[in-house]
């Protein structure tokens, strides 16, 4: 039976334990120039000398205008690639591995960061820019933007931003590489037929649909050593009626992403419209998304994360134990309390991964 504590091999790269720091935006480059500061180090590097198993960035724009708020991090040039280098090096050596999520807003991008208004409006002024999307419909925010539609090509450029993200994410030090397809952002934008009403190859049926999203993954996996893994993130459902995009679609993505190149998917919900109705919030809300797509990647050798109110020692062990998940991502936990591996190591009765300095704490 495995263990919350045991490790996880994907490919050749090992997780210590299966507790993973989900991606989390930090709204924190100073300059709006994507770069990192001190602050993704200090956040990023607690959370590995915190003992979690694995690390993943925030949302990490592959092309500027691919960035929700304009303090987001960035991927697309030597330069953004240098400015992480010290965090990727800092969680290594801490014994965790250092994933990156490579991200693209679509049409949800330019907007204030949380606590810079009082809700979620779009930056219209020279901060700003245009949103891009599968078809001219603005995300509908109070004040939306105008959006601009995709054309083929410009669809095909999407896909080689991601693969030069790539590439730039590698020679910043990251062991792992997330593709964010999930929370209404544009790979999700494309895959799900409430956005997407194009009539070009990247639209229509469920193959056009999901072209974007299969591309995006082969083309990060050309570059991404064949001994480090691949992940993506999906929102399995947009909780929009049985109309728009369901459990039952990711259960039919999901083999298709592992014959891609997918070691991991990391199934989180909706978020691509805000008349979204979500069944319930408490503890594990999202983990049936979970174990309906770890059974339909049964005959793959790709496993599954969990997120969502995964809060507790007992309660994410088990979830690894009935091989529910093969791991487990927390956010708002992690931020509570950058500890948490290590407090629940010690509730399970396992040897805390605690750091030399810090042994007199525990
Ligand atoms: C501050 C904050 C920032 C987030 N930023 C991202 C992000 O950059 N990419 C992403 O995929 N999800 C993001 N999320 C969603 C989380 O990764 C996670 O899926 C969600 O919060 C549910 O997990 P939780 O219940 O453990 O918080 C963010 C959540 C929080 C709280």
Same mark, same amino acid.
């Not at 990727?88 to 990156?100: D, E, L, R, S």
């Not at 693209?104 to 979620?120: E, Q, V, W």
């Not at 979830?319 to 509730?347: C, G, I, K, M, T």
């Not at 009765?349 to 810090?358: I, K, S, T």
């Given at each position: 039976?495995?263990?919350?504590?045991?490790?996880?091999?994907?490919?050749?790269?090992?997780?210590?334990?299966?507790?993973?720091?989900?991606?989390?935006?930090?709204?924190?480059?100073?300059?709006?120039?994507?770069?990192?500061?001190?602050?993704?180090?200090?956040?990023?590097?607690?959370?590995?000398?915190?003992?979690?198993?694995?690390?993943?960035?925030?949302?990490?724009?592959?092309?500027?205008?691919?960035?929700?708020?304009?303090?987001?991090?960035?991927?697309?040039?030597?330069?953004?690639?240098?400015?992480?280098?010290?965090?990727?090096?800092?969680?290594?050596?801490?014994?965790?591995?250092?994933?990156?999520?490579?991200?693209?807003?679509?049409?949800?991008?330019?907007?204030?960061?949380?606590?810079?208004?009082?809700?979620?409006?779009?930056?219209?002024?020279?901060?700003?820019?245009?949103?891009?999307?599968?078809?001219?419909?603005?995300?509908?925010?109070?004040?939306? +933007?105008?959006?601009?539609? +995709?054309?083929?090509?410009?669809?095909?450029?999407?896909?080689?931003?991601?693969?030069?993200?790539?590439?730039?994410?590698?020679?910043?030090?990251?062991?792992?590489?997330?593709?964010?397809?999930?929370?209404?952002?544009?790979?999700?934008?494309?895959?799900?037929?409430?956005?997407?009403?194009?009539?070009?190859?990247?639209?229509?049926?469920f193959e056009g649909?999901?072209?974007?999203?299969?591309?995006?993954?082969?083309?990060?996996?050309?570059?991404?050593?064949?001994?480090?893994?691949?992940?993506?993130?999906?929102?399995?459902?947009?909780?929009?009626?049985?109309?728009?995009?369901?459990?039952?679609?990711?259960?039919?993505?999901?083999?298709? +992403?592992?014959?891609?190149?997918?070691?991991?998917?990391?199934?989180?919900?909706?978020?691509?419209?805000?008349?979204?109705?979500?069944?319930?919030?408490?503890?594990?809300?999202?983990?049936?998304?979970?174990?309906?797509?770890?059974?339909?990647?049964?005959d793959t050798d790709?496993?599954?994360?969990?997120?969502?109110?995964?809060?507790?020692?007992?309660?994410?062990?088990?979830?690894?134990?009935?091989?529910?998940?093969?791991?487990?991502?927390?956010?708002?936990?992690? +931020?509570?309390?950058?500890?948490?591996?290590?407090?629940?190591?010690?509730?399970?009765?396992?040897?805390?991964?605690?750091?030399?300095?810090?042994?007199?704490?525990?």
């Open positions: 039976m495995p263990h919350l504590f045991d490790e996880l091999e994907l490919r050749d790269t090992t997780l210590r334990n299966r507790i993973a720091v989900s991606p989390m935006c930090q709204y924190s480059c100073d300059d709006m120039d994507g770069l990192a500061t001190d602050w993704h180090k200090v956040h990023l590097g607690s959370r590995a000398t915190g003992g979690a198993g694995l690390i993943i960035s925030e949302a990490t724009a592959v092309e500027p205008r691919g960035r929700i708020s304009p303090q987001d991090l960035g991927i697309w040039s030597a330069e953004h690639a240098d400015a992480l280098a010290d965090t990727t090096a800092f969680i290594k050596k801490h014994g965790a591995v250092p994933a990156i999520q490579l991200a693209h807003a679509g049409r949800k991008a330019s907007t204030y960061r949380p606590g810079d208004r009082d809700d979620r409006t779009t930056v219209a002024d020279e901060d700003g820019w245009t949103p891009v999307g599968p078809t001219e419909e603005p995300y509908p925010y109070e004040q939306p +933007l105008d959006t601009h539609k +995709l054309t083929t090509e410009e669809v095909e450029e999407v896909v080689e931003s991601f693969r030069e993200g790539a590439e730039h994410a590698l020679d910043a030090g990251f062991e792992a590489a997330e593709v964010h397809a999930a929370h209404g952002y544009l790979l999700h934008e494309f895959y799900s037929p409430l956005t997407n009403t194009r009539d070009d190859k990247y639209g229509g049926d649909r999901t072209r974007l999203v299969r591309e995006v993954t082969r083309a990060v996996r050309e570059v991404w050593p064949d001994d480090k893994p691949v992940f993506v993130r999906l929102s399995a459902t947009d909780w929009m009626g049985d109309e728009n995009w369901t459990v039952e679609d990711t259960a039919r993505l999901a083999p298709l +992403l592992a014959a891609d190149g997918a070691d991991m998917l990391d199934i989180s919900g909706g978020a691509n419209h805000p008349d979204q109705e979500i069944p319930h919030t408490g503890p594990h809300y999202q983990v049936p998304y979970a174990e309906t797509v770890r059974e339909a990647l049964d790709c496993t599954v994360g969990a997120v969502g109110a995964i809060n507790t020692a007992e309660g994410a062990d088990a979830l690894v134990r009935n091989e529910r998940a093969d791991l487990v991502l927390q956010a708002r936990q992690s +931020l509570y309390d950058p500890n948490f591996p290590l407090h629940a190591a010690e509730e399970l009765g396992v040897e805390p991964p605690v750091p030399r300095q810090y042994y007199r704490g525990f």
